[in-house]
């Protein structure tokens, strides 16, 4: 076969008559097993509502909402309609000194959704842009402010901002960190806030946490407010095991930011849109961050879309100057895509029409139930964390040493029980679509109880 040739082509016999893929060496994947999953392929060929299906046809329950994204599940006809009507209308156009309607509109849409005087949207195309799009504005509107020294950024332990640089200074995931050097200068982290003994088993928030908050008086003290522009924090830290903030928590890092002149950012984008309960998490925890950042869900992963969400003040410090000038030299190709605004624009419709957020929120305590229920007796558990539709059980790893157990529970989810998960070494995450129903929820749990004993 040429070096050209990519797919095989199955014969007209085949009720199937699917392109499948024959020769998997050419993609080096992201965050994969690459020559385990090479081995042994997990493929996916389409996606309907609450299910993927394989290039043969079988059905896998969707437990992880594509990659924390796909809120209002797969192959929604209005979002489907909404691209293709936009590629026939406008395919593209710069966002650099021209602008299209649909970026306005749906920048006005998200300001709305977003709590208090969060009213000016910067558009990029991922988490990991949104990251870094953030911190650049806070160094840059200290820089306008007239405080340059304030170039200090600060993360927390196990948190995840994508895998930009700025994301991963301020990120305290260790493999995402450590091949990289020393990444960009000055950062520092707060404790992560997960003690096992203190919080072990808890539904929703935990009780025990909020003081952790107090570390940034310690960072203040070490380093100095005049040298600190912004602190950066999930809400529930996903990627490293669902980590809920502990009750209080939030608030305390808001009061502490006030304090001491400080910029407080919240990495919405496992959050946002839905995900525990409410637009965004800062509404569910009464907390009004400077920057909000969101991806994912914004457009129910059906096209690439990123972005900030500012304060009107920081806005308002930038738009200072002569009016011809370009006030933040910051951007990409591709922010406010025409295609992505029109699956956005069409996303939001489908929240508010079916009522997903609400639906997320009343699901909670038949989800948390669930969870719970399913999995506390397992021998070997050692936690259970649940906020919002997403939850995380930790189990004791295997004889094939740490992270061999959850390798196995993703391989044998999809081939044995026609389920996707996510794992974080030892730990499965599970975080359905919010289209998910009471019946859906007790199959997965069943499912992925199955799994857990199955690789023990």
Not at 36 to 64: L, N, S, V, W
Not at 197 to 202: C, L, P, V
């Amino acid at each position: 076969m040429s070096k050209t040739s990519a797919l095989r082509v199955v014969g007209a016999d085949d009720a199937a008559n699917t392109a499948i893929p024959n020769d998997l060496q050419a993609f080096w994947m992201p965050f994969t097993a690459n020559r385990a999953f090479k081995a042994r392929p997990r493929m996916i060929a389409r996606a309907k509502d609450m299910y993927y299906y394989t290039p043969e046809g079988r059905q896998i329950m969707d437990g992880t909402a594509g990659l924390w994204c796909s809120n209002a599940g797969h192959g929604r006809d209005p979002i489907v309609q909404a691209i293709q009507k936009q590629a026939a209308e406008l395919d593209f156009s710069p966002t650099f000194q021209y602008g299209h309607p649909k970026a306005f509109e749906l920048a006005s849409r998200i300001a709305a959704l977003a709590p208090n005087d969060l009213d000016h949207v910067f558009f990029c195309n991922s988490g990991s842009e949104a990251a870094d799009t953030a911190l650049k504005i806070a160094l840059a509107y200290w820089n306008v402010r007239g405080k340059g020294s304030k170039t200090r950024l600060i993360g927390r332990e196990r948190g995840y901002h994508g895998v930009g640089f700025g994301g991963i200074t301020v990120g305290g995931i260790v493999p995402n960190r450590k091949f990289f050097g020393t990444l960009l200068a000055g950062a520092d982290h707060l404790p992560h806030t997960y003690n096992r003994a203190e919080q072990a088993f808890s539904k929703g928030e935990p009780e025990w946490g909020a003081h952790l908050a107090d570390d940034l008086e310690r960072i203040v003290a070490l380093h100095d407010a005049s040298t600190i522009a912004a602190v950066i924090v999930e809400p529930m830290a996903g990627s490293t095991g669902v980590l809920p903030a502990p009750k209080g928590y939030l608030k305390r890092l808001r009061e502490l930011c006030d304090k001491h002149d400080i910029l407080l950012i919240f990495d919405e984008v496992i959050t946002g849109f839905g995900r525990l309960g409410a637009p965004f998490a800062s509404e569910r925890y009464g907390v009004t961050p400077d920057i909000i950042t969101f991806a994912k869900g914004v457009t129910n992963a059906v096209a690439p879309m990123g972005g900030v969400i500012a304060r009107k003040n920081i806005y308002d410090t930038f738009m200072t100057g002569p009016e011809h000038v370009v006030e933040l030299f910051h951007g990409y190709t591709y922010s406010a895509h025409p295609l992505a605004c029109a699956a956005g624009l069409a996303t939001l419709d489908l929240y508010r029409d079916e009522g997903l957020f609400e639906r997320s929120k009343a699901l909670e305590p038949v989800w948390a139930d669930a969870v719970f229920s399913a999995w506390r007796d397992i021998p070997g558990v050692l936690d259970i964390r649940q906020v919002g539709l997403t939850a995380a059980v930790d189990f004791e790893p295997n004889k094939g040493g740490v992270g061999k157990r959850g390798f196995e529970c993703i391989d044998r989810a999809f081939h044995d029980e026609g389920l996707m998960i996510r794992t974080a070494g030892d730990t499965i995450a599970v975080t359905p679509p919010l289209i998910v129903t009471e019946a859906q929820i007790g199959e997965l749990t069943e499912k992925v109880a199955r799994v857990i004993k199955a690789t023990a």
